[in-house]
């Protein structure tokens, strides 16, 4: 088994398709990019003063190359970690993929602090660039019907998962891993993927994306369903104990 990184080439929409649920109830299954979804964010202050009663983390997004819109800014009040020394106050941003169809664009923001005296600072604006990156996973064995990308940004302190889908298996279609979150109890959907599977040649691609800042870090590990005629096993690739790691 191996973990390789490639850049991404935009995928295109797919029709809307009807699952059976997990009693037997058609469900309908929306329509996404792949990999559509949310990335998740840890933005932190730490205080550098006394007397500072709140700060609030303000941000708006827009499309590249364009100034950000600060008309449509969204407000949130960070939550102090209490018993750190300096006062830390975090808060957990969470980003969509796509921004009015666009799979890049910029993330702008800044802070404000709010002080017992009724004094309030803002502090200088900041803007990050939000882009995919595809991550692969190649499976020699042909043993694995999914795997799972267990990732963070920077540290391992807001962790996320990414279903990956097998080459092959077009997204969208019946036994796609886009399904998994509507039917991923359903005997039928866990059937159906394992004979899909099994007509794929060996050695099997699965690959994802995920959307993050350029230049973040990105800590990540595979968690691995590995079918066996007595049942399914759940292991993990950690790259023993290490984890893997790679720069947007």
Request: net charge negative; glycine share 8%; with cysteine.
């Amino acid at each position: 088994m191996g973990v390789t990184t490639t850049k991404h080439n935009r995928g295109q929409e797919l029709s809307p398709d009807l699952d059976a649920g997990e009693n037997g109830v058609a469900v309908e299954v929306p329509v996404t990019r792949p990999f559509e979804g949310y990335t998740y964010l840890r933005k932190e202050w730490i205080d550098q003063e006394d007397g500072i009663e709140k700060v609030t983390f303000n941000m708006t997004l827009g499309p590249v190359n364009l100034p950000a819109d600060w008309s449509r800014t969204q407000t949130f009040v960070m939550m102090p970690e209490w018993g750190t020394s300096p006062l830390r106050r975090t808060w957990i941003v969470r980003l969509p993929t796509h921004l009015e169809g666009h799979d890049q664009y910029l993330f702008h923001y800044f802070f404000q602090t709010y002080h017992t005296n009724g004094e309030e600072r803002v502090s200088s604006m900041f803007a990050q660039l939000i882009q995919p990156r595809e991550i692969e996973y190649v499976d020699y064995g042909g043993e694995l019907v999914n795997v799972r990308l267990h990732w963070s940004i920077g540290d391992w302190s807001y962790a996320q998962d990414t279903e990956l889908e097998a080459e092959g298996i077009e997204w969208g279609s019946e036994f796609s891993v886009s399904s998994a979150p509507y039917r991923a109890k359903d005997r039928l959907y866990q059937n159906g993927r394992i004979l899909v599977m099994r007509r794929l040649p060996v050695p099997r691609r699965f690959y994802g994306l995920i959307w993050a800042p350029k230049g973040a870090e990105i800590r990540f590990c595979f968690q691995l369903v590995r079918h066996r005629p007595e049942g399914q096993d759940l292991l993990w690739d950690n790259n023993f104990g290490k984890n893997y790691s790679l720069t947007i």
